[in-house]
């Protein structure tokens, strides 16, 4: 039994005292409690806010060295989530995906990841000068749909390289892919690799058992949650979870004093005391009606005519049984109605009022979480019926069949060197062969097309070219959208 009470929020309620304690404040921040805030803010949002954005004191503890209410909150996080150890993150997942390379990794030695990534591990990488081996992704030429990685490719990259000692992995990606981690994690433990996992995704995993496993559960070593992304934080407000068997928890304490600000806001980690209460009370109740609510719009979207949402079983049989799905993403298809994701995602914000969380050229994405309700889904459904019959009655011309090439990466140096060397700008069509010095993803989903170090092949080339075309956001490029590569 748990000895924890998890309807305490520890934080928060010192925070709420204090403010009503009407203290006389000499310290930051400059507004002193809203008194000296601009008139047009405290009228939007209202007083009470800024008496809770405190500073770093006695009643309400320090984040750079809890020993308070801070490190209660804390422990009541790594309670429910069963971790060693929790960490408050000011910085997003971006912040705790450099904080676990840097807490594990040396200049020179070897990690795995997989290719599916954020930016934020590609600047981890060059903080600390370590050696990536990418583990190519291989393509589902039945699915259009990004998946993620296969068990085997992953097992068969750690046969191929004792000597890479950690394993960096994300799951479930920005579509709700998971990976079968409880596989994975098993197979790495064997053969004495840590395991750290970017869940930005997930943090609701956890707390249904309708959902694929959380890392936690599967025994990851590390992983990083934005709670902010889907579950009750406030936007930066992320979670670090250690289990100390292969982690120097020492270290990533030290790390995290160095990567984060030292004054962080203190309506941020209240909202993760206030997070991690609402889902280990509520959680479970909460969340059966998100994903009753996404299962019944995607019945619905899937029999509008020309669109498509792949569901958990299709992504199974796609994967091979090897990757699973979080029910709560709605990946609509449109290839079918001649339009790209892009186009829908633009007629859905401005001729019906509905933003999505992301688009590709084929899809839109949609996230049906906590904070959703059934007049919202509808709204959703009877949208992309109408953006069907228009477009089905246009006739407009299918767009091609496009996969980013992912898979394909030929590394010439680690990403630090890259990132350090003298480099220059050229047009894309006159770039084959160079060096990129900088990440470039399509975005979202933002995935890197081309990591610091890697040859730039005809292959990124031409999928980059295609994707300006068709109206897609090209990151990493300079503000003349050349590439930019080493001299
Ligand atoms: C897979 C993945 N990891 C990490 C991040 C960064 O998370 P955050 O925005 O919390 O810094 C993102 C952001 O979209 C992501 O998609």
Not at 319 to 334: C, M, P
Not at 396 to 408: H, L, T, W
Not at 411 to 421: L, T, V
Request: proline fraction near 6%; charged fraction near 20%.
């Amino acid at each position: 039994m748990t000895p924890y009470d998890h309807n305490r929020t520890p934080l928060f309620d010192a925070m709420v005292a204090l403010a009503e304690s009407r203290k006389v404040s000499f310290h930051t921040p400059g507004h002193k409690s809203g008194k000296g805030i601009s008139t047009r803010f405290r009228k939007f949002v209202g007083p009470k806010v800024f008496s809770i954005d405190l500073t770093c004191l006695d009643e309400v503890d320090s984040l750079q060295k809890p020993r308070g209410v801070i490190r209660e909150a804390q422990e009541l996080a790594a309670d429910i989530y069963g971790a060693d150890q929790s960490f408050f993150l000011v910085n997003g997942t971006s912040g705790g995906n450099q904080a676990m390379i840097l807490s594990v990794m040396k200049p020179g030695e070897p990690i795995l990841l997989t290719r599916i990534l954020h930016k934020s591990v590609v600047s981890g990488l060059i903080m600390t000068d370590c050696k990536p081996i990418f583990i190519p992704l291989q393509s589902t030429p039945d699915c259009d749909l990004l998946l993620n990685d296969r068990t085997d490719t992953i097992i068969q990259a750690m046969n191929r390289h004792p000597e890479a000692k950690k394993l960096f992995l994300t799951s479930p990606n920005y579509y709700g892919v998971t990976l079968d981690l409880p596989t994975i994690i098993q197979e790495a433990h064997s053969r004495g690799v840590t395991v750290l996992v970017d869940e930005a995704h997930g943090p609701h995993l956890h707390f249904h058992d309708d959902l694929p496993p959380s890392a936690m559960a599967s025994n990851a070593d590390l992983c990083v949650q934005s709670t902010h992304k889907i579950i009750g934080g406030m936007t930066q407000a992320s979670i670090l979870h250690a289990k100390k068997a292969n982690i120097d928890i020492e270290r990533l304490t030290s790390v995290l004093r160095y990567l984060q600000t030292t004054s962080p806001s203190y309506i941020l980690m209240a909202s993760l005391d206030l997070a991690r209460m609402q889902m280990a009370t509520e959680g479970k109740k909460l969340l059966s009606k998100a994903i009753d609510l996404a299962r019944k719009a995607r019945e619905r979207i899937r029999k509008i005519p020309g669109l498509t949402c792949i569901d958990r079983d299709e992504v199974k049989a796609a994967s091979g049984g090897d990757n699973d799905l979080d029910e709560t993403k709605l990946a609509i298809g449109v290839k079918g109605i001649g339009l790209t994701g892009y186009q829908v995602s633009q007629k859905l914000n401005h001729e019906f009022g509905i933003q999505v969380e992301m688009a590709d050229l084929h899809h839109v994405l949609v996230i049906v979480s906590i904070g959703d309700h059934r007049e919202d889904l509808d709204r959703l459904v009877r949208a992309m019926e109408a953006i069907s019959h228009q477009a089905m009655t246009l006739k407009s011309i299918i767009p091609i069949n496009v996969k980013p090439p992912y898979a394909i990466a030929s590394s010439r140096m680690n990403p630090r060197e890259a990132f350090f060397s003298s480099h220059q700008s050229v047009p894309l069509e006159e770039a084959l062969g160079k060096t990129a010095a900088d990440i470039v993803t399509v975005y979202p989903p933002g995935i890197p097309l081309l990591i610091p170090g890697e040859e730039i092949t005809q292959t990124v080339l031409d999928h980059l070219i295609l994707m300006r075309e068709t109206g897609a956001t090209l990151d990493g490029l300079d503000s003349d959208n050349r590439l930019i590569n080493i001299v």
